[in-house]
């Protein structure tokens, strides 16, 4: 059964929590399926590692609960609940072997020495590090060091595995190639995963579902798909990649929620996924990548927007401009690079003209902030 169809597993019933003058969460709920990597994004002082701590025991609710597999957590000690924490400093002992490292839980816990082997190489074989169980932390490289910390924290067979910015401290591409450790473990486990980030792509490439959190309040839970493509807000579609958004007032109602909509004194079609009446005002967010562009003089008969090339940067899989309208309107659009097509022979200042295929819109009101 998919992660995303099980039932629910762990939940924020109406919790509060205060530091000292400042409220940090405030009748906040959440729904966390069996079973699922779910992954909390927010800016920093959202609230996010809040609700690690409040999980993982080491903060306790003001008010409401937690409940994890059917009981209520929200008082039980952190050495009680049936959760691990990974955390980004990897908080591994150097003076210790990576067999005593990953063993150092049970060792505490008075387990068999012969349970103890077995265990410390069944997490050693998941995390795929078989052979080093005799090395000191100083002999691994940063991934390396990172599976010893999740094999420690799985060897205990927690219910959830609690991940904070467990990837921050690695370089990009170690990151990327933890990314999907991570996805895999996870999957072979079928254990589930909270993990906490500021980082957008990491959210949306590990995924089941995501929540984005502000101010201590959710903003959206969604697939990454959903999050990326239909944000609810303003503030889901600044903070998820970037947008560029268009304000407009819908000046006709068509059938099956198409609309006709005023932007920059050009009459555009649209589609939304709800109802808007005329005069309405309402936000047209476009991704980058849905937007297109073209020499001016080779516009089509249809409604663009005309401006000019103000930077233009190669990133390897795409030639991302920014352009401004002549309006003052600034644009962010980002094409797959084809060193075959003319078009990617624009200078700076060149003039242009963008539009959009008429249904890669997104819609919202405009009071969505």
């Known amino acids: ?48 590692t809040t609700i690690l701590r409040l999980i993982a025991g080491f903060e306790q609710p003001d008010h409401g609960c937690v409940v994890l597999d059917g ?7 952190a050495e009680h609940r049936p ?24 060792k505490m816990s008075g387990v068999d020495k012969a349970e103890i082997k077995q265990r410390v190489h069944e997490a050693l074989s998941v995390v795929q590090l078989d052979g080093f169980e005799n090395r000191k932390p100083h002999q691994l490289s940063g991934g390396q060091k990172q599976r010893v910390a999740i094999a420690r924290a799985i060897i205990n067979r927690p219910k959830v595995l609690l991940l904070d910015e467990s990837l921050s401290a690695l370089d990009y591409k170690l990151r990327q190639q933890m ?42 839970i969604g697939t990454p798909r959903e999050i990326y493509e239909s944000p609810v807000n303003l503030f889901v579609a600044r903070f998820i990649g970037e947008s560029n958004i268009f304000k407009a ?18 009459q555009w079609k649209i589609t939304a996924d709800h109802k808007f009446a005329v005069d309405e005002h309402v936000n047209v967010i476009l991704r980058p990548e849905d937007l297109r562009v ?56 060149q003039k242009v003209w ?13 009071d969505e902030r």
């Open 71 to 77: 009981q209520d957590i929200g008082n039980l000690p």
């Open 83 to 106: 959760t691990n924490t990974v955390f980004q400093s990897y908080a591994l002992f150097p003076h210790m072997s990576i067999y005593d490292n990953i063993a150092f839980g049970l």
């Open 249 to 266: 007032k819908i000046t006709q109602c068509l059938d099956n929620y198409q609309y006709i909509a005023e932007i920059y004194g050009l």
């Open 294 to 349: 073209m020499y001016s003089e080779d516009a089509p008969q249809e409604p663009g927007f005309v401006g000019k090339i103000i930077e233009r940067n190669y990133t390897g899989k795409t030639l991302d401009s920014v352009i401004q309208l002549d309006n003052g309107h600034i644009l962010g659009i980002s094409e797959f690079f084809n060193e075959d097509d003319p078009d990617f022979d624009y200078n700076i200042n």
């Open 1 to 48: 059964m998919s992660p995303l169809t099980q039932s629910a597993f762990l939940s924020f019933n109406s919790v509060s929590k205060r530091y000292q003058n400042q409220e940090i969460l405030r009748e906040f709920d959440l729904t966390i399926n069996d079973g699922e990597f779910f992954t909390i994004l927010g800016p920093s002082g959202c609230g996010k």
């Open 179 to 220: 990314q999907n450790e991570l996805k895999r473990i996870q999957r072979q486990l079928n254990i589930t995963f909270v993990y906490v980030t500021h980082d957008q792509e990491e959210a949306l490439t590990m995924s089941d579902r995501v929540l984005v959190i502000n101010n201590g309040q959710a903003q959206q």
């Open 354 to 366: 963008v539009n959009w295929v008429h249904g890669w819109e997104h819609v919202i009101k405009a």
